[in-house]
Each structure stands twice: as C-alpha cells, then as structure tokens.
C-alpha cells in the first residue's frame, strides 16, 4: 500500500487495517485477563474469611441496601447494552445513534456512581467502616438493622463458626475480645470482628467504582472523537475495545451484588 492510499487511522507499524485489529484485540483481552486475575484474588479473599467467619457475613450484609444495590445493577446491564449497541451503530455508520447511545452509557456510569455515594455516605454516617475506623452507633440508624435474628443452635448460642476470632491487629485493627461487639441487646447480638465484612466490601466495592470512572474517562474520549467523525464501518477500534472494558465492569458488578447483598 502507498503512502497516499495509507488511511490516517492505520498505524505505520502495520500493513492492514485488519492486521492493526486483530492485535488491538489481543492486547486488550491480554488486558481484561489481567483484570480478571486481579479481581479474582479478591474474590478469593472473600471466599476465605467467608469460609472461617459466615457468621460475619450473614450479620453485617443487612447493613447493605439491596434496592440501591438492586438498581445499580440494573443501571450497568441497561449501559451494557447502550454500550454493545453503540459499537454497532459504529460498525453501520450510523453518526448521530452512536453518539446518542455513548451519552446514554456515560449517564448509566454516572447514575451507577451516584448511587455509590450515597451508599458510601450511609456508612460513613453510622460508622460503617473498615478496619480500625469501624464503630457503629444506633442513631438514624434503621435500614441497617438485621432483618431477622440470628438462629440459636440446639446448643445454645449464635450460629457462628467454632474457628477462633482473629487475633487483635496493631492500632485497634480488630477488637480486643474483652470490648463490647453488641449494637443492641437480645438475639441480634453483634459477632466479633465485624468489619472484616466492610473491609472487603470497601475494597472490593471501592476498585469496582475505580474501574467504572476509568471506563466512563475511555467513553468520554471516544464520545468526542465521534463527534468529530473518526469512526465509521472502515475504523470502529477504540468504540469496540472500550466495550468489551465496560462489558468487564458490568459483569464484575453482576457478581459483587449477590455475594455481598444477597448473602443467605
């Protein structure tokens, strides 16, 4: 190919559009591999303290708001599928949909964000927090209160595992077994060491919002090279890569929401 028949899209290093595409497309599943390995340790993470201390996790996930939770993961599916439909919308040519349809996904990110703050700022209120920062208090407090009471065993007691609380940390990590762990008296007597439970959800919940103001930064820049009327069904690229990312976040959420709202 000459140098006046080389399109402005296509890299020098490269002979085809094709060729350019096809390791675009290795690079970025390279890319979403790596993700999913780091996301996959957390998931193991969880598995692991939700193994030794499931008492903590049936507890403490009633803290969550599962109608926030809820309509989070309705607004990422819905931006999936703006997403998917923007890239072929970009595929036909099709200028003004595409357009449309990117706004729509940076709203449905957007949207997903809010609802995070506000979500965040609730435990923030009732001292919702990991690590040596959690220290909860009743007041305004009324969502969070356990839905039902934890099952005695036929032995007397909380449902909890026989392993031993996790020894005390440095600076107040993890309570000593002498501190009261009750918000209330009665059945909903609090476990020890609850905030391993906010711990996880913070990371796990803080690198999945992380990832979705990355991937709304990536729609934005290829919202204004739309605009501008870089892609088209010759040149599509950066529209299809940047949704197989958002494809990624959607799905990651798809599993956060179950294994820390719907516990139990």
């Not at 998917?84 to 040519?93: H, T």
């Not at 595409?98 to 809010?114: D, E, I, K, P, S």
């Not at 820049?221 to 599509?236: A, E, K, Q, T």
Request: proline share 7%; glycine share 10%.
């Amino acid at each position: 190919m000459s140098h006046a028949e080389h399109p402005p899209y296509l890299q020098h290093h490269f002979e085809t559009a094709e060729q350019q595409f096809d390791a675009g497309k290795l690079g970025i599943w390279l890319f979403l591999a790596t993700e999913i390995l780091l996301f996959g340790g957390l998931f193991c993470a969880y598995a692991i303290y939700r193994a030794n201390h499931p008492e903590i996790f049936v507890y403490a996930h009633h803290y969550l708001d599962k109608t926030l939770g809820g309509t989070n993961t309705v607004i990422l599916l819905c931006s999936s599928l703006t997403m998917a439909w923007a890239v072929r919308a970009s595929q036909l040519g099709q200028r003004k949909l595409l357009v449309l349809l990117l706004v729509l996904t940076l709203l449905g990110g957007a949207g997903f964000m809010g609802i995070k703050y506000v979500e965040y700022q609730q435990k923030w209120k009732h001292g919702l927090l990991p690590g040596a920062h959690f220290a909860p208090h009743d007041e305004g407090i009324e969502a969070a209160a356990p839905e039902k009471p934890i099952a005695p065993l036929a032995g007397g007691g909380a449902d909890r595992t026989t392993i031993p609380p996790s020894a005390e940390g440095p600076a107040g990590t993890v309570p000593p077994a002498s501190a009261d762990l009750s918000l209330r008296e009665g059945p909903t007597r609090r476990p020890s060491n609850v905030q391993i439970f906010f711990s996880i959800y913070f990371l796990m919940t803080g690198l999945h919002g992380i990832h979705v103001l990355v991937g709304m930064i990536a729609i934005g820049w290829i919202l204004v090279r739309s605009l501008r009327g870089h892609f088209g069904p010759d040149y599509f690229t950066p529209v299809d890569f940047v949704g197989l990312y958002w494809h990624l976040v959607d799905l990651i959420w798809i599993f956060l929401f179950p294994l820390l709202y719907l516990i139990g």
